[in-house]
């Protein structure tokens, strides 16, 4: 079985007057994160440890944030889109491991929601993505709410 590992990470700037997307679904906050596209920080991460574990470069190489088709895009589109480049390369997804970073909302009681969301756009069973959430106890940007990142692991196997 051939089988290869990615890692990812993104962050994005919180403000006021844009809509919190995270892992695909809108989530009720006072700030949302401000991107090129919808700025849903933790598919993006999801996307660059996909695209890293099949040796593709990352995000902003297939998606940059100077190209008119990505503006206000929904990160569920480049999150298919991403999973369609590597099956191009015969690789379907194992299993994701990820982890947001945000002081709040509080991120838990949306885990079942984005999961159910991810798995549907992956094509993938709901078991084979874990969905985690921590603050940095009040330290750095994202301690001062300026800001959200995630990280994320992903398997891949070869068909």
């Not at 695209?51 to 998606?63: E, P």
């Not at 603050?135 to 994202?142: C, F, I, N, P, S």
Request: charged residues 25%.
């Amino acid at each position: 079985m051939n089988i290869k590992i990615g890692l990812g990470f993104d962050v994005h700037r919180l403000v006021e007057g844009r809509d919190l997307w995270l892992g695909g679904i809108k989530i009720e906050h006072s700030m949302g994160l401000l991107g090129h596209s919808d700025a849903d920080v933790l598919i993006h991460a999801i996307c660059d440890a996909l695209l890293g574990a099949a040796n593709m470069r990352d995000i902003g190489y297939h998606f940059p944030d100077t190209a008119a088709e990505t503006l206000n895009v929904d990160s569920k589109i480049l999150l298919r889109k991403t999973v369609d480049l590597i099956a191009q390369k015969g690789y379907v997804v194992g299993n994701i491991d990820a982890t947001v970073c945000a002081e709040r909302p509080k991120i838990n009681p949306h885990v079942p929601a984005i999961k159910a969301c991810l798995a549907k756009v992956i094509g993938t069973d709901e078991d084979n993505i874990s969905i985690k959430a921590t603050t940095t106890e009040r330290l750095g940007y994202t301690g001062r709410e300026e800001g959200m990142s995630a990280y994320a692991v992903a398997l891949i196997v070869k068909e």
